[in-house]
């Protein structure tokens, strides 16, 4: 079965630098995606692609990949960053979806 | 704009079957590219894909959920439906539906508010 780990939490003090990360042997052949949610709300995404961001999405909000772990950057981060992140790829073949874990940030 | 919406009973017993209707606007299921996802999340716990359903009626479910999963789409109403069968206490999640348009590549967006399905006797 396909994984994609992510570090279970992530602490940063405000207009700081959090970098979440997410490892996976899919990832050289797959595009991660990420998505934000909040407490209550339904996710919301923030990078698709690799490094594409949607419009609305704040700029701070960046992403990038390197082999088998792709990142997402939050640069300057503001206290309403607090929340859930979760990222998202493939299988191999492109067939299955998969999340990963998820990582809690919490801003000191 | 696209919206959808999630709806279904909230409280489910034991070995029953359990149908979700994620009604959508904004696109169509007959447009190319055009996808529509479940997803899950247990109270505290991760998102967890379930299935998807391609506007070309190509269907796929995630492999450790495929024997209890059945996903249909009714184009005319805009509407998708999710079974699942034989549930059980650990299917206790928040049931999302969302949209996908990245075809081949999928990615959620937007979601749906969810909806809180509890398994109990």
């Known amino acids: 079965s396909y994984e994609l780990t992510q570090p279970p939490s992530v602490s940063v003090s405000p207009g700081q630098t959090a970098r979440i990360t997410c490892s996976g042997d899919?990832?050289?052949?797959?595009?991660a995606y990420w998505y934000q949610q909040k407490p209550g709300q339904a996710p919301v995404v923030l990078i698709y692609k690799d490094t594409e961001r949607p419009s609305g999405i704040p700029e701070r909000f960046s992403g990038s990949t390197s082999g088998t772990t792709g990142t997402l950057t939050i640069s300057g981060v503001q206290a309403e960053d607090e929340a859930d992140y979760y990222c998202?790829?493939?299988?191999?073949?492109?067939?299955?979806?998969?999340f990963g874990g998820g990582t809690k940030l919490t801003v000191l | 704009q696209i919206t959808l919406k999630e709806s279904g009973p909230t409280l489910v017993k034991p070995t029953q079957t359990l149908t979700l209707t994620c009604t959508f606007s904004g696109f169509s299921l007959s447009t190319s590219g055009v996808n529509v996802g479940w997803i899950r999340q247990p109270p505290g716990k991760a998102l967890e894909w379930l299935a998807l359903i391609y506007w070309n009626d190509d269907k796929r479910y995630s492999p450790s959920l495929r024997n209890r999963l059945t996903i249909t789409k009714d184009t005319s109403k805009n509407l998708v439906v999710l079974t699942m069968t034989d549930t059980d206490p650990v299917d206790t999640a928040t049931y999302y539906c969302?949209?996908?348009?990245?075809?081949?590549?999928?990615?959620?967006?937007?979601w749906g508010q969810g909806t809180l399905v509890t398994v109990s006797s």
């Open positions: 969302a949209h996908s348009s990245g075809d081949p590549w999928i990615w959620f967006d937007p």
């Open positions: 998202q790829s493939a299988d191999s073949s492109g067939t299955y979806v998969i």
């Open positions: 899919t990832l050289p052949k797959q595009y």
